[in-house]
C-alpha cells in the first residue's frame, strides 16, 4: 500500500479529496488510476457510508463510481475489501494490472542503443508530436483533460526516440517521492522488433537517475504479454497487482 501511495502521486486527477485514508481521484474519465478511489486505510465511518460517499462524489461528477483494489502476488485468500465489494455487486472492470519494481538505471541497457539515423529526445512538457504517438488504450486521440493528468507529478519528462519528422517511440518518466514511475511507453507499430521498447525504457530511467533516483516502477496489464516480456528482460519484478470494482449501474 505505500508503493501506491507513492504511485498516486505520479498520476493524479484533477480533483482529489480525502475520506479518511480512502483518495478520490477524478479526471473527466481518463484512465482508471486518475478516476478511482484509492483505499489506503481506514475511510473513517462506516463502510457502507463511505461507500454511499463515494458513490454520491462520483455521481456528481457525471463518472460511474470505481474503486482500485490491490492485491498480493498470491490472492489465494479472499481479501476482505474485494470481498465486501463482490457482495455488494461491485463488479470487476476489465483490465487488471501488475505492479512491478526495478533499480536504475537498469543494468545492461544502454539507452543509445539506437537505429542508424535516430536520436533520442527529452522534453519537459509533451509536445504535439509526443502527445499525437501516445494511444492510451487505441484511442486515435487524447481528451483535452490528458494534458493535465500528464504533467500532474512533481516532476516528469517526455522522452521521444525520432528518426527526421518520425517518432519512433516515447515515454513518459515521474518522479515523486524518491521514486520514478514510467508510463505511455509506446513503440510506433512500423518500427518495432528492433528494441525501441527496451531503449527508450532505459533512456527514461537514465533520466530518473540523472535527477539522483534509484528505484522506478510500472503498471502493465495483466493480458499484455509482450510488455511484461520487455520489463522482465530490463530487470523488473512484480510486487502486487490490481483491479477496479465498479458500482451496480
Avoid at 507499430?189 to 525501441?196: D, E, F, K, N, T
Wanted: proline fraction near 6%; glycine fraction near 8%; charged fraction near 20%.
Amino acid at each position: 500500500m505505500e508503493l501506491e501511495r507513492i504511485a498516486a502521486a505520479h498520476w493524479r486527477g484533477t480533483e482529489e479529496a480525502w475520506l479518511g485514508d480512502w483518495l478520490l481521484r477524478a479526471a473527466e474519465g481518463f484512465t482508471g488510476r486518475a478516476n478511482s478511489v484509492l483505499p489506503l486505510g481506514d475511510p473513517g465511518v462506516p463502510f457502507d457510508d463511505a461507500l454511499d460517499v463515494v458513490t454520491d462524489w462520483y455521481r456528481a461528477r457525471g463518472l460511474r463510481p470505481m474503486i482500485q483494489v490491490s492485491l498480493p502476488l498470491d490472492d489465494r485468500h479472499t481479501h476482505d475489501l474485494d470481498h465486501c465489494l463482490d457482495q455488494r455487486s461491485w463488479s470487476s472492470r476489465s483490465g487488471p494490472a501488475f505492479v512491478m519494481v526495478a533499480g536504475v538505471p537498469l543494468p545492461g541497457v544502454r539507452a543509445e542503443a539506437l537505429p542508424p539515423g535516430a536520436e533520442l529526445v527529452v522534453l519537459d512538457e509533451p509536445d504535439d508530436a509526443w502527445q499525437a504517438m501516445y494511444h492510451y488504450r487505441g484511442q486515435d486521440h487524447l481528451p483535452g483533460v490528458a494534458y493535465s493528468v500528464l504533467s500532474s507529478a512533481e516532476e516528469q519528462s517526455f522522452i521521444k526516440i525520432v528518426a527526421g519528422d518520425e517518432i519512433l517511440a516515447i515515454a513518459r518518466v515521474s518522479v515523486a517521492d524518491q521514486w520514478a514511475g514510467l508510463t505511455a511507453v509506446e513503440v510506433n507499430p512500423a518500427y518495432r522488433r528492433q528494441g525501441l521498447g527496451a531503449a527508450v525504457t532505459a533512456a527514461a530511467c537514465m533520466e530518473a537517475a540523472r535527477r539522483g533516483i534509484t528505484k522506478a516502477f510500472l503498471q502493465v496489464e495483466v493480458t499484455n504479454a509482450p510488455a511484461r516480456a520487455l520489463y522482465e528482460s530490463l530487470g523488473f519484478r512484480y510486487t502486487h497487482h490490481y483491479h477496479y470494482r465498479v458500482a451496480p449501474s
